[in-house]
């Protein structure tokens, strides 16, 4: 397992950050979200690549249940394709109309990612795009301190390359 870096910034392309709120838009009024891949930097989670919501998926108002087996699929593609240098970092979903701020269930998912041996992701980060009046602002989020049990989860720098 890698060892849990403190992360304070989240780096997504244009391209991605345009990506992503084009599924935004694409499943609006409903939740939709994904998973994350790339790689750890210093203090920093550059996110490269990002994996849909799959097929299977089942979107709400307010909840987004993942195709687990296809994300898992794409995920396991990207490393391989990459030679293990893409890797899982957490996961991104929307708050249609809801506040830029995790829920309790985001929390806990990100506790239970964190602590899961299968997903390799100590510290694991979390984008969440929540609708202000037309537009969606990207948010990202880490644990405060990955090293410590039930530590909070804190808001980082959400940065654009």
């Known amino acids: ?3 849990a870096p403190i992360i304070n910034s989240v780096w997504i392309s244009r391209t991605i950050g345009c990506k992503l709120k084009e599924l935004a838009d694409e499943y609006f009024p409903l939740e ?3 998973i ?3 790689y750890l930097s210093n203090e920093s989670a550059v996110v490269t690549e990002i994996v849909g919501p799959g097929p299977q998926a089942q979107h709400h108002r307010e909840t987004f249940l993942p195709d687990h087996s296809y ?3 794409q995920m396991h593609r990207i490393f391989l394709e990459s030679k293990g240098g893409t890797v899982y970092l957490g996961d991104w979903h929307t708050h249609p109309q809801g506040p830029p ?8 998912t990100m506790r239970t990612i964190a ?3 299968e997903a390799r992701c100590p510290s694991p980060a979390m984008i969440l795009l929540a609708q202000a009046k037309t537009e969606w602002m990207i948010h990202a989020f880490c644990l405060a301190n990955p090293r410590e049990p039930l530590t909070e989860v804190r808001a980082v720098r959400i940065q654009l390359f």
């Open 1 to 3: 397992m890698r060892t």
């Open 32 to 34: 939709v979200g994904g």
């Open 36 to 38: 994350l891949a790339g």
């Open 71 to 73: 994300q898992t699929e």
């Open 101 to 108: 701020i995790l829920s309790p269930l985001d929390i806990r």
């Open 115 to 117: 602590e899961s041996p």
